[in-house]
Each structure stands twice: as structure tokens, then as C-alpha cells.
């Protein structure tokens, strides 16, 4: 399922069913198990859930970031631009990786080579996808990482990771990725490693970058206030599903499914009494080497029903734009959880 | 950059007066005298030797005698060789063994790099197996054994071959190098290989390979620009007590292949007793040793920007 | 939607909280636990502990299962290569044979028929052959390589004149190996024909029985007759250049290198742990102090005062040098492990656990016992493994130039420069101690690199 219907343009990267498993010596793990998400160009789609969920396996597999051996993608399709670049790697003459799609990841500290200039890392890329000369591939890294607010770009580029700290690293691999004006960025939490200051501020630097060069972004985070600053779509994933996806709206003032409620009523906020405490989601996420056949959350939730531990939830929109993956949204189902969002509530 | 050469180069001096000053008192430990060894010495070497070194006078003074002349660069005459200077033994001898041990560091090193390399990339392949295996074996033979076993196979192909290949022995050409060199390095080599193959694993599954693959750089230059330069550094690091552990362990080539180094006559010395040679050779290779591994750090520290600024 | 069709009011009912807890798969694991588990499967690892084991046994309990004393020489058996048993057979003492006289039937420049006259031993070797009108005499050769046609003969033993002389004995002492014969005829200018006959002889140990008591192989020469069958001193491995049994002085000398190569480690680990812990906890200008000694001690060119300390120590007559080369190894070998034991302590005492156990309230001894011990045992363990063959070749090496244990102590290393010398002919007296060395070192490698894969913290959980 695409987008929302009230863009007509079709999706920059629309993936599909993707199925990824491991090897390990435990046995195999399934750590991405049928996920559909889709970007459209100039928006953010903000992919969220707690650490193992499998949100950075999936991104990083269609980036063929993953070892294969021991990873393996069993099923699904990623189309840019119409082309399926998990079996491609080159679409309309052009190199995907670097070039139509940028990347940056967690800990920017050990992202980038020690023993070479930050400003070569950056003409690397325009050198191998533009064919640019070292001297044209350095001016333009220069102009690129001014792009990024980095001040005396000129000094800083001849520098060496070492002696930028690591919000400056940053925005270092940020014109890493955008160097080649690429069609989508893939951000994989950006800003987890970062101060609270500094995670403002690049987030900013992101949305000021999109709005320029009209690219879409994938970030992956874990935290919701990035999510609710950034994010266009959501999409909220669970033992290796989707299990809700909209617009930041739908998912955050009308939330469908119960793992994101419990997301929600786990946040703090200044309002929260001392004697109130904190409200943690009970349990613990299931075990991918035995997947369960039923609902991922079905442990946890507080409203689980009979037939959630045996069959797999089907695929429910609520509203337009706006699906979950949870049997509260069958017509038979009781009308428990008055906090949850149905079909045709306001 | 320069204080810190300054400083290791002080540094380095101290040592080598505390190599001086064990080496003096390991000598003075030895029981008996040494002029007493009436083969060694002729009356006119005793009485220039007693003269020059006070071996009449207290051990003290003898330390600052010694420590003088150290100073000074002269190491002495020789017990057994009459009229022979330690100086011009060693300058003699030296060039030879520094040759060997260069071309075998040299060996070592590039052997090192490729084969660490091969195995890294074809992990679990049979390049690697192969590699690996002969890597064991290469650690494992004594070099000694293997000496003798390189000497015995020159000496089979040559006589296949019906007439000589490389010399067996001896010293003089580039012909005479190469196979006591290849000797000598094969240990070293043998572990550097394995030094780099775990640097090479440890940097193929880190996250700045990671961000190269995500750059979609082609495989060839992810490895030369980003692997193999992050990964050398361990190697270059060992470089210099490998060249320590080259240059020792050079005595057994020597003696093997009859090369007229340092390490042969060291070794002849000690079975003669002759005591200012032994020591000359000890204080002159310590100080050789801890300059050697000055250099190779001042080395690292181009290779490793990070280490500049320390 | 067949939905609808599929479930049933019941199934909406809410769950019972009982069936909805899911049990982990995996069992817990503590960090020995895991380091075990991942040792044995490490096949080489295992495998090198079990020579390992093997070698320690073959050193301690070899020399009470073969009980062959390793510096007695057995001078019949000089630089035997491995081999079965060999045998001797006990004959009459030699008695002078007159020989034969042929008068010649027969022209020709070649004798014919050259045969033994009596079985061929060791003792005395009796040719007999047809003669030839025209010669004036013969000449008798002996090789150990068949002549051939390339006509060499090899050693001339004797020569007889007359043409009717149609014998010749052989009583230089021989091998028990084949031989070959040549008879030529000689002319009456005393010049050799070109043409000769050859016989391949193979001559049998023999001794007469009072011999077989001199040399220790029978107690009673009354009780040996003539015709049977006494066997020699068995060596398996076969003998070194001296007859000294290689495979006694194989076990000694595992004794030898073992208990130097695993002692010597030992000593210098405990004393660098000790001297790095001490400046690790007290950190300050006595760390300073006491590493900067240890430095100083690391720079000192290692062989050389290996040597020198061995010169200094001295080496009585009759002192085998096992202590002095042990003394030496720890002297030179603490300062590594200090700084490697000071370094850890160093580097897990900024460790967060430490902090979070001091804010819990932890006190300096359960930190040490609880925290610091268990992680540097690891790093401990691994240098140990690791010292063990680097010790053993040292040993080895300078046993090798003659810089090492004293003979007539056996020491692998030792064995193997006695080796050297005869490494063309008798390969085996080199082969059999390098096998050995390399072995031993080869098998501590694998279970020092097995030991540091399990132990290495990083690699829990991941494969």
C-alpha cells in the first residue's frame, strides 16, 4: 500500500514485503518479517520502535549493508524509481548507493576513516559517481559542507576526523551523503549519540537540506519528540513488522494500535506527577528465532484477545492513509480500549 | 612533532646507558678473572689492557673508565684478537648483518601484508586455508631448523639443476642475499601475517567500512584507501621490535650460512671469552635496537595522523 | 470478508495473562560458561590441549615406560636410523681359511663365477671364483654402491698373485649391509684389464659368543650356540651420532624443555603480576617509577643477555645449566606481562562497572576479587599460553649455538644442533627433535589463540 491519497505523485522508494533472517548459532533469526513502508519525494517518513525491533536491518539490507552470509533477504522488493534495487544495483545508468541514495549512521565518532581528510571523504563520492578531477571533487566538498553549517569549511575539510567533535561529525557525514544530490536519505538514528542541543540542530540542518534539494528521508529513531519534530509519515515497527503506519498526525492524536499507545504512555512529560511514576511497557519483545504465528505484541498487550496468540493479524485501515495490524479493528471485535482510535471515530 | 622527538631521543639515550650499565655489571658477575685466561691473552695485550682499563683499580672506577670510553665511541681492543680494535670488528661486521636484516624486515613486511591481506578477503576460502596453514607451520618450525632445512634444499636443487642456483654459503653478492634473507624473515613474516590478518577482520567489520560501502565506492579502492591504510597501522607498530627480533635472531643465519656479520663474530666471542668484544657488541646492538624503534615510531607517526598532535 | 466465516464470539474474549508469557530460548550464560563452550568448539584448540597433555605425559611418565637410560652409547648402533630390532647371529671364533687354489681352465680377461665360499658376515667375508689362464694376478674391490658400468669399484681391499689363486678374505670390519665385490684380473705388467666381475654381498652380523657378553647383548656364553639368534639393543627412533637412544633422550629432553618452557613463564607472570598490579593500584609516582624500570629492562637486547647472564652464572663441570637458563628467562621475561597486568588494571578501573559497584558501596577488596581479577585473568591466561613456546624455542635457540643446556643434558634444541652436522646422511638424528619442538610450539599457539577467541569479551554472543 502506498501513501497517503492526497499525494498524487508516486513514491521515490516504495518497499515492499521485505523478509530478512540470519544465521546464527542459535538457529535462524527472522528479524524482519514482512515490511511495506514508502517515502515520497520532499517528505519524511520516520520509522520507530524500540532497539530490535529490525528498523535499521531493514534499511541496511536494501542498502546491501548487510552481510550475506550469514543475512539473507527472503522475500520483499525495494523500487526506486520504478527498479527493484535490492537485485539492482544500478538504476537508469547510475549508481544507487552514494549517489541516488545517501546514508548517515548512529555514532558519527567511528563512521568516518581516522587516517584520511574529511574533506577527501567527501570528494570520494563525487569523484566515483560524477567522475570529477581531486581538485573540482574538493572545492565542491567544501561548498558542500558549508551547505552544512560548518564553520571555516575551507580549514575544517583539510582536517582530520579527530579534531571534530562529534556534532560536527556529524554534519561531516551529512555532506557525505548529500554530495550527490540524492534522491533519498536514509538516517539511521542521527542524532542517538548526540547532545540534546546538537540533536536540534541537526535535525533542523535535515529539514533545511530537504526543503532545498527536494529529497525524501527515511529516519529511523527510537525516540518520538524527534519523531513528532521531523517526521511527515510514520511508521511503527514491532518484532520485525509494521504494525502502524500514517501520517504523524493519524499516528500520534489517533494512534490504532496498542504497542504505540503504550509508546506514548511510556514518554514522560513535565506534567507527570513524582508520585505518578513511570509507566513502562510490561515484558519484553518476543524471541526471533521462534517467531510467533499470532501477533508479535500479543505478550505485552493489555487488551489481547483469544485469537490474537494463534492467527496473525490482518492488515486493518482505519482511515485513509492510516492501517494498523491488529485484530481490536476486525468489525467482531469488542469495543475494549476506549483510548484507541477505530474507523470512523473523530 | 619536535618536542616529541626530542623527548623520545632523550629518552632513548637513558636507556642506553642503563643497557651500558647492565651489561657492565653482568660481565663483572662472571666468576674468575678474565686475564687469567692465559690462552687468550699475550703479556703485551695484558699490559695494555690493564693501562687502558685499570683492571687493577676498583670496580667503580672501572664503571667510569668504561662509561668514558663509551662516550668516547671507543669500545676497546679486543682480549683475543691481538691489536684488534672492538670499533673496527663492529664496523666491520655490522654493515653485513644490517643489510641481512633489513631485506629480511623487508621481506617479512611485504609477505606480511599481502598474504594478511589474502586471508582477510578470502576468509574461510582456500587461499586462506592454505595461507594459514603454511602461516603455522611458520611459526611453529625453529628458525634454526628451517636454516638448515633452506641450506639443504639449495643444496638439492642446485645439484639437479647441475650447477649453483644461488650460493649455499658465504657472502659477497646480491646472489648471496637471498636466500638467508628470505630465512631469516620467514618467522617474522609468518606472524605479521597474522597480526594483519586480525587488523584486517577488525577493520572490514567496522563503522567507517560500512560508511564506504554506503558511499557505493567500488570494492578495490574501500580496500586499498580504507582497509588496508586502517589496517597497516598494527603492523607498523610491531615493525620495530621485529626488527630487533630479526637482527637477533640473525646469529643462527650467520652461522648457518657462514655470513661474516655481527651476530657470528658475537657468538665466537662469547665461546672465547673475550670480553670487550662482548660487551662493545651488546651496548653497541642495545643502542642500535632503541634507535631503531625511535625511527619506527617517528614513522608511525606519518602513517597516523592522530599521533602527530600527541 | 470470509473473516467472518473463521472466527467464532469466543475467540474475541480477552486472553489469559498465563499463556501469554513466552519463555526465552536461550539458556544464560555467564562469561566462563560461554568461554568453555566456545573453547570446545574450537576443534583446534581442543586438539592442541590433547598434545599438549600428550607431551607432559610423554616427558613425565615416557622415561618410566622406556626405561633406556639416554647418555649410554650403544657403539654397534651408531647413528641408526628408526628401525625394528636388529639381530646378530652367533658363530664359531674365526678360524684363518687356507683359501682355494684353482689351476685356470678357462681364457678370458674376466673371472667367472664369483661366489661366497660361506655365508657372509660381519666378521669375514669368503670369495671364491674361476679363474683365468692369462692372468698374472687379481685385484679384489669393495663399494657400498653397485658399480655399475661407470666401472667404480670402489675400495681395493687386497690384491693375490699367481693365476691359479682363485680366493680372497675379507676381515675388515664391516657393516651389516650389502656390499659389492669386484674381482679383476691383473696381467703381467701388473696393468688391470678393463673388464671385471661383480658380486652383491650382503654380510650378516656376527660375533662369537664370548663377544656377545663383552658387548652386554647375552649374560651367559655358555648358553649361546652356534647358529642362534641374538637381539641387539632396541631403539625405535633409532640412536644419535654417540649411540645414545633417541627416543630416551627425546623424553628427557621433553623434560628438559618443558619444565624450563612452562616453569619459566610461570615464575615471570606471577612476578609480573604482582609488580603490575602493585603499579597499577597505586598509579602515582610510583607507577611511574616502576615502569619506568620495567622499560628499561624490555629494551635490553634479549638474546644477548640471555647470553651474557648464562656466562655470568657460569656453568660448573657437571652442572647441567637448567637453573642458570631458567633464571635468565625470568629475569629478562616480567617486565612484559607487568606492563600488560598494569595496563588492564589500568584500563578496567575507568571501566563504568567499577564506578557503578564503588557507588553501590562496594568496597577495594570485593572490587579486586569481584571486578579487576576476573577480567585480567583473561589477558593473564592468554600471555601465559602464549610464553610457554616462546620460552621453549628460546631454549631451543640457544641451546641450538651451543648457548644453552650443557651435555651431555639432552634438550630438544641441543639434539637438534647435533643434528645439523649430519643432517645430509642421518637426517633422522635432526628431524626427530624439530618435529618435536615445532609440535609443542605449535600446539601452545593454537590453544594460546583458542583461549584468547573464548575469552575475548567481544566476541560473546556473536560468532
Given at each position: ?48 520502535g ?27 522488493t ?14 537508469n ?18 563512521a568516518l ?71 533519498v ?24 537540506l530537504?526543503?532545498?534539494n ?24 514491532y ?8 501520517s ?22 513535565s ?35 483469544r ?26 471485535a ?9 474507523r470512523?471515530?473523530? | ?6 623527548k ?114 578470502y ?15 611458520g ?7 628451517v ?30 642475499m ?36 554506503a ?11 580504507h ?21 637477533t ?35 653497541f ?26 | ?10 475467540d ?81 671364533p ?17 673371472v ?29 674391490y ?18 693375490v ?42 654380510a ?15 649374560q ?20 644419535d ?12 629432553g621433553a623434560?628438559?624443555s ?23 593500584f ?45 633464571v ?70 640457544l ?11 639432552p ?50 554472543g556473536?560468532?
Amino acid at each position: 500500500m502506498t501513501g497517503s491519497p492526497v499525494l498524487d505523485a508516486p513514491a521515490v522508494l516504495d518497499v515492499a514485503d521485505l523478509h530478512v533472517e540470519f544465521d546464527t548459532y542459535g538457529g535462524v533469526v527472522q528479524a524482519v518479517r514482512g515490511a511495506s513502508f514508502s517515502v515520497h519525494a520532499g517528505k519524511t517518513l520516520a520509522i520507530v520502535g524500540e532497539s530490535g525491533c529490525g528498523k535499521s536491518v531493514s534499511v541496511q539490507s536494501i542498502m546491501g549493508l548487510i552481510p550475506m552470509p550469514p543475512g539473507r533477504i527472503t522475500r520483499g522488493t525495494a523500487l526506486l524509481d520504478g527498479v527493484d534495487i535490492i537485485r539492482q544495483k544500478i538504476v537508469n545508468g547510475q549508481d544507487v548507493r552514494g549517489n541516488r541514495v545517501g546514508m548517515i549512521f548512529q555514532d558519527p565518532m567511528s563512521a568516518l576513516n581516522p587516517t584520511m581528510r574529511v574533506g577527501d571523504q567527501i570528494a570520494e563520492t563525487l569523484q566515483v559517481h560524477r567522475g570529477y578531477s581531486k581538485r573540482k571533487a574538493f572545492d565542491r566538498a567544501v561548498e558542500v559542507l558549508t551547505l552544512t553549517n560548518i564553520p571555516e569549511a575551507e580549514k575544517r575539510a583539510r582536517q582530520y576526523p579527530f579534531a571534530f567533535s562529534g556534532g560536527m561529525l556529524q554534519r561531516a557525514m551529512i555532506a557525505i551523503a548529500i554530495a550527490c544530490e540524492p534522491a533519498v536519505l536514509i538516517a539511521d538514528e542521527p542524532t542517538t549519540a548526540l547532545d540534546v542541543t546538537i540533536q536540534a540542530q541537526i535535525l533542523d540542518l535535515l529539514k533545511a537540506l530537504q526543503a532545498r534539494n527536494g529529497m525524501a528521508i527515511v529516519l529511523i529513531t527510537h525516540d518520538l519528540g524527534v519523531v513528532a519534530r521531523m517526521a511527515d509519515e510514520v511508521a511503527v515497527m514491532y518484532a520485525g513488522e509494521i504494525v502502524e503506519k500514517g501520517s504523524v498526525d493519524d499516528v500520534f492524536y489517533r494512534a490504532a494500535h496498542p504497542y504505540t499507545l503504550g509508546l506514548k504512555a511510556a514518554m514522560p512529560s513535565s506534567t507527570t506527577s513524582k508520585s505518578e511514576g513511570l509507566r513502562p511497557i510490561e515484558g519484553t519483545p518476543p524471541d526471533l528465532f521462534a517467531p510467533p504465528t499470532g501477533c508479535g505484541y500479543f505478550a505485552r498487550c493489555p487488551h489481547a484477545m483469544r485469537l490474537c496468540g494463534p492467527s496473525h493479524p490482518f492488515r486493518f485501515d482505519v482511515d485513509p492513509g492510516h492501517e494498523a495490524l491488529c485484530w481490536l479493528h476486525h468489525p467482531d471485535a469488542p469495543a475494549t480500549a476506549p483510548e484507541l482510535h477505530r474507523r470512523g471515530q473523530a | 612533532m619536535l618536542l616529541y622527538t626530542l623527548k623520545r631521543l632523550l629518552q632513548g639515550i637513558v636507556t642506553v646507558w642503563f643497557i651500558a650499565t647492565a651489561t657492565f655489571i653482568a660481565m663483572h658477575a662472571v666468576p674468575g678473572d678474565p686475564l687469567a685466561n692465559e690462552r687468550a691473552t699475550t703479556e703485551s695485550i695484558r699490559r695494555n689492557l690493564e693501562e687502558r682499563y685499570g683492571l687493577d683499580r676498583p670496580v667503580t672506577e672501572q664503571y667510569f673508565v668504561f662509561l668514558g670510553n663509551m662516550l668516547r665511541g671507543d669500545f676497546g681492543i679486543s682480549f683475543t684478537q691481538e691489536n684488534r680494535r672492538v670499533n673496527d670488528i663492529i664496523l666491520e661486521n655490522f654493515p653485513v648483518s644490517a643489510t641481512l636484516g633489513i631485506l629480511a624486515v623487508a621481506f617479512a613486511a611485504f609477505g606480511g601484508v599481502l598474504w594478511g591481506a589474502l586471508t582477510a578477503i578470502y576468509r574461510n576460502r582456500l587461499p586462506d586455508l592454505i595461507i594459514t596453514f603454511l602461516v603455522i607451520l611458520g611459526i611453529s618450525v625453529p628458525s634454526f631448523v628451517v636454516a638448515a632445512l633452506g641450506q639443504l634444499v639449495l643444496v638439492d636443487i642446485n645439484a639437479w639443476l647441475g650447477y649453483s642456483l644461488l650460493p649455499v654459503a658465504g657472502w659477497g653478492s646480491i646472489r648471496h642475499m637471498i636466500v638467508p634473507s628470505m630465512v631469516l624473515g620467514l618467522g617474522t613474516m609468518a606472524y605479521l601475517t597474522r597480526l594483519m590478518r586480525s587488523s584486517m577482520l577488525e577493520i572490514t567489520s567496522s563503522d567507517f567500512i560500512r560508511t564506504a560501502r554506503a558511499k557505493g565506492l567500488p570494492p578495490t579502492r574501500i580496500f586499498l584507501k580504507h582497509q588496508l591504510r586502517n589496517a597497516i597501522l598494527p603492523v607498523v607498530t610491531v615493525l620495530g621490535p621485529a626488527i630487533a627480533a630479526i637482527t637477533t635472531g640473525g646469529f643462527v643465519v650467520e652461522l648457518v650460512f657462514a655470513i661474516p656479520g655481527l651476530g657470528r663474530s658475537f657468538v665466537q666471542s662469547v665461546q672465547q671469552l673475550d670480553y670487550t668484544v662482548i660487551m662493545g657488541t651488546t651496548v653497541f646492538y642495545g643502542a642500535f635496537l632503541v634507535f631503531m624503534v625511535i625511527v619506527v615510531d617517528l614513522l608511525y607517526g606519518l602513517i597516523d595522523p592522530r599521533v602527530r598532535l600527541e | 470478508m470470509s473473516v467472518v466465516e473463521r472466527f467464532a464470539p469466543a475467540d474475541f474474549e480477552p486472553a489469559l495473562i498465563e499463556r501469554r508469557v513466552q519463555a526465552l530460548s536461550r539458556p544464560s550464560l555467564s562469561y566462563w560458561q560461554d568461554a568453555v563452550r566456545r573453547l570446545r568448539g574450537n576443534w583446534r584448540a581442543t586438539a592442541s590441549l590433547g598434545v599438549v597433555i600428550g607431551l607432559v605425559a610423554f616427558a613425565l611418565a615416557g622415561p618410566w615406560l622406556w626405561r633406556v637410560d639416554p647418555s649410554v652409547q650403544d657403539l654397534d648402533q651408531l647413528s641408526l636410523g628408526p628401525a625394528l630390532p636388529s639381530t646378530a647371529r652367533i658363530v664359531e671364533p674365526s678360524v684363518p681359511w687356507a683359501g682355494v687354489t684353482t689351476e685356470p681352465t678357462q681364457s678370458g680377461v674376466a673371472v667367472t663365477n664369483l661366489r661366497l665360499a660361506a655365508p657372509a658376515t660381519t666378521q669375514t667375508v669368503r670369495l671364491v671364483w674361476e679363474p683365468v689362464i692369462d692372468a698374472a694376478g687379481y685385484a679384489i674391490y669393495r663399494n657400498i654402491y653397485d658399480p655399475g658400468s661407470e666401472r667404480t669399484l670402489g675400495l681395493p681391499i687386497g690384491d693375490v698373485l699367481g693365476a691359479n689363486r682363485a680366493s680372497y678374505e675379507d676381515q675388515l670390519d664391516l657393516d651389516p649391509r650389502r656390499y659389492w665385490y669386484s674381482v679383476v684380473a691383473v696381467d703381467a705388467n701388473l696393468a688391470e684389464q678393463t673388464e671385471y666381475t661383480t658380486l652383491a654381498v650382503d654380510a650378516v652380523r656376527a660375533v662369537s659368543p664370548e663377544e656377545a657378553v663383552a658387548r652386554g647383548w647375552a649374560q651367559n656364553a655358555a648358553a649361546l650356540g652356534v647358529g642362534d639368534t641374538i637381539t641387539l639393543p632396541f631403539h625405535p627412533l633409532g640412536t644419535d651420532y654417540l649411540g645414545r637412544d633417541m627416543l630416551a633422550r627425546l623424553m628427557y629432553g621433553a623434560r628438559v624443555s618443558l619444565f624450563i618452557g612452562v616453569v619459566a613463564p610461570v615464575l615471570f607472570v606471577l612476578i609480573g603480576i604482582v609488580y603490575g598490579s602493585i603499579a597499577g593500584f597505586v598509579g602515582g609516582r610510583l607507577d611511574q617509577m616502576l615502569m619506568r624500570f620495567a622499560e628499561f629492562v624490555i629494551a635490553l637486547p634479549f638474546l644477548l643477555f640471555m647470553i651474557l647472564f648464562k656466562i655470568a652464572f657460569g656453568i660448573g663441570p657437571g652442572e647441567s645449566g637448567v637453573i642458570p637458563m631458567l633464571v635468565a628467562l625470568v629475569i629478562l621475561g616480567w617486565p612484559a606481562t607487568a606492563r600488560l597486568v598494569r595496563g588492564q588494571i589500568l584500563q578496567i578501573r575507568q571501566e563504568g562497572y567499577v564506578s557503578a559497584s564503588q557507588l553501590l558501596g562496594a568496597r577495594t577488596g570485593y572490587l579486586i576479587f569481584r571486578h579487576m581479577i576476573p577480567n585480567t585473568l583473561g589477558v593473564i591466561l592468554v600471555t601465559l599460553t602464549f610464553a610457554v613456546p616462546s620460552a621453549i624455542f628460546t631454549e631451543a635457540f640457544l641451546s641450538f649455538i651451543g648457548m644453552g643446556v650443557a651435555p651431555p643434558t639432552p634438550s630438544w634444541g641441543s639434539m637438534a644442533n647435533e643434528g645439523v652436522r649430519t643432517m645430509l646422511s642421518h637426517p633422522h638424528e635432526l628431524i626427530f627433535p624439530a618435529v618435536f619442538i615445532s609440535v609443542a610450539v605449535l600446539a601452545f599457539n593454537l590453544l594460546g589463540d583458542g583461549l584468547r577467541d573464548a575469552l575475548d569479551v567481544r566476541m560473546r554472543g556473536r560468532e
